[in-house]
């Protein structure tokens, strides 16, 4: 999703940016610091770590009398204060060499900080840590960050200037091996991008930056636990890499293909988690099908240009990336070994605009594609596909008690009961999570009375849409139409947008989004409300069947033929019409410029396809909170267009100039103005 801005001028907006990267760059402390350069540092190195039982945060390398009793001292306190545990050496005896303890706690810690002096190279016992830090940096990948403190990083590396003299005098009588030594860690680790202090610079803050850089290294280097204990997921781990061939220099394109619910992006998201670090570049593009339709509402290019922007921009992590052409993917990836996910992919142009060739990435690099058509990795040219099966007899079991009972079996007493649900149930992963978290609580005498209605429900509605609407059927009224409002209009969108639009239309919409997420049929993912295609369908049918032959009576309009229909029709009269959602790829012929008139309900209006006339609008309701309309045709709204309760107005990509020709007070006295806008 397209974040939001609550302000409502755009050259508010446009010098609010301005503001904030000059700000940016006060910050800037590293030398020829490239996003490459950074996440290599961060996570390249960190494949062997997980494994290790680390006793410390971070071992510092420094010397004392330089450094110890101040800038030391506030970096260690910065990293206390963050939860970050360091090595503390004040109780160790020191002497020429370093000893099993200290070797044991350089070993025994996940980030080396090597803090140079003017003075470090005047003790062996520094010189000698740093030998053993880099030892351990490229035996098990441990990360090492260098601060330069008052010192030209130059000089560390060709051992010159003040810093040289100080190494000579070290040397001075003594081993030849060692000088060698200390010698070549010097120059290795001066050639590590790190800190450089300068004198006059703000302390304070290089510490503040320092100690979140540190704290991010350590969240990127934790071992990923959040798929451990998933039923069947390392034997479907052990498919994929066999697919996947991470050995091997080619570039590898990956299709994932199953039907809605199955699985699909919970393998590709754990496949990502695993092996992401070991890639120089990676990005995890979710829910393209949904996420990504508001910038496709013009001719293939348009769309192609607004996907590769988005895909670029996040692969690199530049905001204001700029793509003028096609050819920018290829030319900044195709030396780059990349690790690419593209989840939920339905359309071919998807495709082309984000990983149409294997030669646009560099060797080594994984794109995985997830779907649930076929024919669109067949028209990419994929050859490597992955159909996702249903999980067997007891791996279903598991899967639904997890949801049920917190565990892997079923609880004492229920072990008949949990094999008949899932006999009913079948195997498809969504449905065993919908309906274990249905009989989540329930006594054993609620099973038995609830068994019967979910079989009468199979009977008439079939296996997974039986499982779904009995789910749907046991909430109670308020939570159902919340149900609704969230399928037909509000998947998607941000958690704190939805409360504020439906604060007024429910009695407690926090609660009754609680209850949906507790019933698995929604969740919540990176602040958007989420739902699942198969429920997301659902709750249209539903909607739909409310008044099949008169579409006008319906709460929602989301399929293109009805919406003509009701729009093209400029009789007077009432409509139950609340909420409009044109798809993009979907147009109408034409609409009446009285359409809106007699929708006097209406309240949410996303219009992403074509056909719909702007004057219809100088009718349109005074109770409409959202309004979704990308590529907004005309330079000013009309002069009636007059909202009390607007909530969200997004209308990027816009001709939009000017909201009015004229001033307007939407707002009664005293009412908060709202709270989302986008424009150009």
């Known amino acids: 999703m397209d974040s939001y801005f609550s302000l409502t001028n755009p050259n508010l907006v446009a010098s609010a940016i301005c503001f904030l990267a000059l700000l940016g760059t006060l910050f800037f402390y590293r030398k020829s ?31 004392g009398a330089d450094v110890r009793t101040n800038f030391l001292s506030h970096v260690l306190k910065e990293l206390r204060s963050k939860g970050i545990d360091s090595f503390i050496d004040n109780d160790i005896e020191r002497s020429k060499l370093i000893g099993p303890e200290l070797v044991e706690a350089i070993r025994g810690s996940r980030i080396a900080i090597v803090l140079l002096s003017r003075n470090y190279a005047s003790s062996t016992w520094c010189l000698n840590e740093l030998v053993e830090i880099m030892k351990c940096r490229e035996e098990f990948g441990q990360t090492v960050m260098p601060l330069f403190y008052e010192l030209d990083p130059t ?56 100690a979140t850089d540190v704290s991010n290294k350590l969240n990127l280097s934790a071992p990923c636990s ?36 199955i699985g699909k992006t919970t393998i590709a998201r754990s496949l990502f988690n695993r092996h992401s670090q070991d890639f120089q570049l990676s990005v995890f593009m979710d829910n393209i099908k949904k996420k990504y339709v508001i910038m496709a509402c013009s001719d293939d290019y348009s769309v192609k240009l607004d996907l590769q922007k988005q895909f670029m921009s996040q692969l690199t992590n530049d905001t204001g990336i700029k793509i003028p052409h096609l050819g920018v993917a290829k030319d900044r990836l195709k030396d780059k070994k990349v690790l690419v996910v593209l989840d939920d992919v339905d359309q071919l142009v998807q495709l082309e605009a984000m990983a149409k060739e294997t030669s646009w990435f560099g060797p080594g690099s994984r794109i995985i594609i997830t779907t649930q058509d076929e024919n669109v990795l067949k028209a990419s040219g994929i050859d490597h596909i992955h159909r996702v099966n249903l999980p067997s007899d007891d791996e279903a079991l598991q899967m639904f008690c997890l949801y049920a009972f917190g565990q892997k079996y079923p609880k004492n007493g229920f072990k008949k009961l949990a094999c008949e649900v899932r006999s009913l149930v079948g195997g498809l992963p969504l449905g065993l999570r919908v309906m274990g978290s249905y009989f989540r609580g329930m006594s054993e005498q609620d099973w038995r009375e609830a068994l019967p209605r979910l079989k009468i ?111 093209s029709d400029d009789k007077a009269g ?67 267009f007059n909202p009390e309760f607007l909530v969200n107005l997004f209308v990027r990509n816009s001709n939009l100039e000017k909201l009015w020709e004229e001033n307007k007070l939407l707002l009664k006295p005293g009412e908060a103005p709202f709270l989302y806008w986008e424009c150009n």
């Open 574 to 640: 009432n409509s139950s019409v609340i909420g409009i959602d044109l798809e993009w790829n979907k147009d109408i012929t034409w609409t009446s410029e009285r359409a809106f008139e007699r929708l006097s309900n209406l309240e949410f209006i996303r219009i992403l396809g074509k056909g719909v006339n702007p004057l219809s609008m100088n009718y349109i309701s005074r109770k409409l909170k959202v309004l979704i309309w990308p590529m907004f045709p005309m330079p000013c709204f009309p002069s009636r």
């Open 155 to 210: 000089d560390v590396k060709k051992q010159t200037g003040d810093f040289g003299k100080v190494l000579g005098k070290t040397c001075r009588g003594k081993e030849k091996e060692d000088i060698q030594r200390w010698k070549r860690a010097l120059t290795q680790v001066a050639q590590i991008a790190g800190f450089h202090s300068a004198k006059g610079e703000n302390e304070a803050e290089l510490i503040e930056y320092i």
């Open 33 to 63: 610091r490239s996003h490459q350069e950074k996440k290599t540092m961060a996570t390249s190195s960190l494949t062997l770590l997980a494994p290790r039982n680390w006793k410390y945060h971070v071992f510092p390398s420094f010397h």
């Open 457 to 567: 429900h199979l009977d008439r509605n079939g296996e997974i849409a039986g499982i779904l609407k009995f789910s749907y059927d046991a909430l109670n009224d308020e939570d159902k139409r919340l149900f609704l409002h969230i399928a037909c209009f509000f998947s998607g969108e941000p958690v704190d947008m939805v409360e504020r639009c439906l604060e007024k239309c429910f009695q407690d919409v926090r609660q009754g989004l609680r209850v949906l997420s507790e019933k698995s049929l929604i969740y919540s993912k990176s602040g958007l409300i989420m739902m699942s295609t198969l429920l997301f369908q659902l709750g249209r049918q539903i909607v739909q069947k409310e008044s099949i032959s008169e579409p006008g009576k319906r709460q929602f309009l989301n399929d293109a033929i009805d919406i003509g229909e009701v729009l």
């Open 226 to 261: 959040d798929f451990d204990g998933l039923v069947g997921m390392e034997s479907r781990m052990a498919e994929m890499r066999r697919v996947l061939q991470l050995d091997s220099d080619e570039v590898r394109k990956i299709g994932i293909l199953g039907p809605p619910g």
